[in-house]
Nanobody, 119 residues
Framework: QVQLVESGGGLVQAGGSLRLACAAS????????MAWYRQAPGEQRELVATIASGGGTNYADSVKGRFTISRDNGKNTAYLQMNSLKPEDTAVYYC?????????????WGQGTPVHVSS
């Protein structure tokens, strides 16, 4: 069983910064990808950023140049540094981790952490 714990969300003014963290724990043999998604009220969940096991990253066009995803493999933790935040970044942010446990593959989601950016 693999669990994710997210932290770092909150309320911030436009132009400000937040850093989200996602810590994976449990019977983890290896982690392939770690990703952040977000879902605004009334909207579908969308991909924000991903980071592969080798460190390759991918970003949504809307966050390029403002957000940075990183990972600490030793801690099985992913981070999302969010700078120059805009009101349209307001959403619940979810972490997704894919990898292998000793017996099977896993694809798990965190509980979500809310981010609210005021204008």
């Amino acid at each position: 069983q693999v669990q994710l714990v997210e932290s770092g969300g909150g309320l911030v003014q436009a132009g400000g910064s937040l850093r989200l963290a996602c810590a994976a724990s449990g019977r983890i043999f290896g982690i392939n990808s770690m990703a952040w998604y977000r879902q605004a009220p009334g909207e579908q969940r969308e991909l924000v950023a991903t980071i592969a096991s080798g460190g390759g990253t991918n970003y949504a066009d809307s966050v390029k140049g403002r957000f940075t995803i990183s990972r600490d493999n030793g801690k099985n933790t992913a981070y999302l540094q969010m700078n120059s935040l805009k009101p349209e970044d307001t959403a619940v942010y979810y972490c997704n981790v894919r990898g292998q446990s000793l017996l099977t593959n896993f694809d798990v989601w965190g509980q979500g952490t809310p981010v609210h950016v005021s204008s």
